[in-house]
């Protein structure tokens, strides 16, 4: 069966960098979409980045824009989400999401197309 881990979050200090990996068993990473989300306290769970299947195509939130890099590496399995300059409002459960795509060499931002998830990793960026 499909499982994805999260790994790498922790604390640290704003400006500080941490890199989140997602390790993905039970499928061909290949074909698959994946995003990183999270969920801040007392906010909705947003996407803050996501690949297409190849990693050719990406997507950010604004909030995160020239902060944080999604990069994947199909052969490992495994999926990144290298946080640059980081601020204390970045602080959340980061969340690994896979959706399989086949063909489909698109990106996706909307949680609800994602069918795999990951347990998720706190991010705290103290100030």
């Known amino acids: 069966q499909v499982q994805l881990v999260e790994s790498g979050g922790g604390l640290v200090q704003a400006g500080g960098s941490l890199r989140l990996s997602c390790a993905a068993s039970?499928?061909?990473?290949?074909?698959?979409?994946m995003g990183w989300f999270r969920q801040a306290p007392g906010k909705e769970r947003e996407c803050v980045a996501a690949a297409s299947k190849s990693g050719s195509s990406t997507y950010y939130a604004d909030s995160v824009k020239g902060r944080f890099t999604i990069s994947r590496n199909n052969a490992k399995n495994t999926v990144y989400l290298q946080m640059n300059s980081l601020k204390p409002e970045d602080t959340a459960v980061y969340y690994c999401?896979?959706?399989?795509?086949?063909?489909?060499?698109?990106?996706?931002?909307?949680?609800?197309?994602?069918?795999?998830w990951g347990q998720g990793t706190q991010v705290t960026v103290s100030s």
């Open positions: 039970g499928l061909p990473l290949s074909m698959y979409a």
């Open positions: 999401a896979g959706r399989f795509v086949g063909s489909d060499s698109r990106y996706y931002t909307d949680e609800g197309t994602y069918a795999y």
